[in-house]
């Protein structure tokens, strides 16, 4: 449930439901039916959000048995590249728990693909830019990370030629006639 720039977890049951909320300087509670189903100290840090473990289902609750380096850890028991994506993953979500799905997700992909593959498949993630579950997932179901991962330097923009450009040239003359 979001107040003032700032997310608070509810239990699972009531996700999408309406709720209200009474907020004091110190106590944000979040009431439904007339009944009082959260109470969270108010936030004011940077920190967006506020999660009781109990609101969580017990799927959710699981996740939290791992531990961003237990994450890492077993991403190097794989290959390096599938510990640097994980590592990536988690450093570049606002809270690292929203990085655990990405994850855990890159586990699963091991119990379908060679451990070699989804290495590779997480290497080329990384070269390309493209630092998530779903696309090592795309790159492992269409074959690319069979495909060696060429590092081209860019073609050379060769200027248009044409009776309607102007250039650079004419815009400084303006500029110096203005």
């Not at 609750?61 to 510990?83: C, D, F, M, N, Q």
């Not at 450093?91 to 690292?96: E, G, L, V």
């Not at 991962?149 to 500029?175: C, D, F, M, W």
Request: glycine share 6%.
């Amino acid at each position: 449930m979001e107040f003032d720039a700032r997310y608070y977890s509810v239990p699972y049951e009531l996700a999408r439901q309406a709720v209200e909320v009474r907020a004091t300087a110190n106590v944000v509670e979040i009431i439904h039916r007339g009944r009082r189903v959260a109470s969270h100290a108010r936030g004011y840090s940077r920190q967006r959000f506020h999660t009781v473990r109990e609101h969580m289902p017990a799927a959710h609750r699981a996740h939290l048995e791992w531990t961003p380096s237990r994450l890492v850890a077993w991403g190097a028991s794989i290959g390096a590249p599938v510990a640097e994506l994980m590592e990536t993953i988690l450093a570049t979500r606002p809270h690292p728990e929203h990085g655990y799905r990405a994850c855990l997700g890159l586990m699963h992909l091991v119990k379908r693909y060679d451990r070699a593959r989804v290495a590779a498949a997480c290497q080329r993630a990384l070269a390309i830019g493209g630092p998530s579950y779903r696309s090592v997932e795309a790159i492992l179901k269409h074959g690319l990370d069979k495909v060696p991962v060429t590092s081209e330097p860019p073609a050379k923009i060769v200027p248009i030629q044409h009776a309607n450009l102007r250039g650079a040239e004419y815009y400084q003359q303006r500029l110096m006639e203005g």
